[in-house]
């Protein structure tokens, strides 16, 4: 099946910094989706990127279908984005696979 | 905005008993999905169920698991016998089934097997 590599697998950060997540994935895909799990479990849903890039406020995304990667950027980091950061890709028209997810801990 | 719901959020079991976790998936999506994560791991694929029956499954879904949509809006997961290594976050998730191919996510069942 594809798999998908997510990096750093840990990441410390004073609020106000910048950061960039990557994931890498070893097939071609029709969907590929940044989610964020706060500290209650809730997945929540950040950006469907299959190509291109989005933004959404301090967060964007830019995903290059052709290289296998994709990038997340949180700029101006806070506190409450702290937690872990999953990519998930979907080959067929089914299921998603996740990556091992990066923790991030933003700090006051 | 239109949202995944699921109930209930926190379920706690004895080992030996059935379980069902309920789900209501967006109104008009048409694709239905189970994901579970064990505490400090990654999400991991249950099953999808479009047009009342199972499309795909993993090899975690044995015969211990069962999905069902009883009615028109429900979409439900049943563990007959639950054991302690059911212990996990059971996500549901639906999707449209049409570009953009988007999965929406549930808050998760937090289900405790004692």
């Known amino acids: 099946g594809i798999q998908v590599e997510q990096s750093p697998p840990d990441l410390i950060l004073q609020e106000g910094a910048n950061s960039t997540l990557r994931c890498n994935f070893s097939?071609?895909?029709?969907?590929l989706q940044w989610f964020h799990q706060n500290p209650w479990g809730q997945l929540i849903n950040l950006f469907y990127?299959?190509?291109g890039t989005k933004q959404n406020g301090r967060l964007s995304a830019t995903t290059v279908a052709t290289e296998r990667y994709s990038l997340l950027y949180i700029s101006s980091s806070q506190t409450t984005d702290s937690g872990v950061y999953f990519c998930?890709?979907?080959?067929?028209?089914?299921?998603?696979?996740f990556g091992k997810g990066t923790m991030l801990l933003v700090s006051p | 905005e239109p949202e995944v719901t699921q109930t209930p959020s926190h379920q706690v079991t004895q080992m030996g008993q059935e379980v069902i976790l309920r789900c209501v998936p967006i109104?008009?999506?048409?694709?239905f999905y189970w994901y579970r994560q064990i505490l400090g791991q990654k999400v991991e694929f249950l099953v999808s169920?479009?047009?009342?029956?199972?499309?795909?499954k993993s090899e975690i879904f044995d015969d211990q698991f069962s999905v069902e949509r009883p009615d028109g809006s429900n979409f439900t997961l049943k563990i007959r016998s639950t054991k302690l290594e059911d212990s996990a976050m059971y996500f549901c998730?639906?999707?449209?089934?049409?570009?953009?191919?988007?999965?929406?996510f549930g808050p998760g069942t937090r289900l405790t097997v004692t």
């Open positions: 998730a639906s999707s449209a089934g049409t570009t953009p191919y988007e999965q929406y």
């Open positions: 097939d071609s895909v029709n969907n």
């Open positions: 990127i299959p190509s």
């Open positions: 169920f479009y047009n009342n029956e199972i499309s795909e």
């Open positions: 109104s008009n999506h048409l694709y």
């Open positions: 998930a890709v979907e080959r067929g028209y089914s299921t998603l696979t």
